[in-house]
Nanobody, 125 residues
Framework: QVQLVESGGGLVQAGGSLRLSCAAS????????MAWFRQAPGKEREFVAS????????YYVDSVKGRFSISRDSAKNTMYLQMNSLKPEDTAVYYC??????????????????WGQGTQVTVSS
């Protein structure tokens, strides 16, 4: 059974940093397309970043480029999202998702078949 468990969310002031973690079990994370999404109240789930392929290729939504960094640790079977220069508009519940084995990135939530429970990120102004 595949399980994804996010952690690392919290309350931070604008300009601050947080690092989110997504620990996987039941699936070798590095062989699947993985992504971070976020969902603010009243809004649809939004793609943030993806890491995929044996070389760990990455892709980001324009609004987080240069501020967020996605990575993975194969030994720990864990994916990370380092978030710097946080803005109030980054406030949301952040989810990690696991997609097809060997797949590339996709901004569509339907592409990913397993999800974590989410972790709240709140950025105060």
């Amino acid at each position: 059974q595949v399980q994804l468990v996010e952690s690392g969310g919290g309350l931070v002031q604008a300009g601050g940093s947080l690092r989110l973690s997504c620990a996987a079990s039941g699936r070798t994370l590095s062989t699947y397309a993985m992504a971070w999404f976020r969902q603010a109240p009243g809004k649809e789930r939004e793609f943030v970043a993806s890491i995929f392929g044996s070389s760990g290729s990455t892709y980001y939504v324009d609004s987080v480029k240069g501020r967020f960094s996605i990575s993975r640790d194969s030994a720990k079977n864990t994916m990370y999202l380092q978030m710097n220069s946080l803005k109030p508009e980054d406030t949301a519940v952040y989810y990690c998702g696991s997609g097809p084995r060997g797949g590339g990135w996709s901004p569509r939530p339907q592409y990913y078949d397993y999800w974590g429970q989410g972790t709240q990120v709140t950025v105060s102004s």
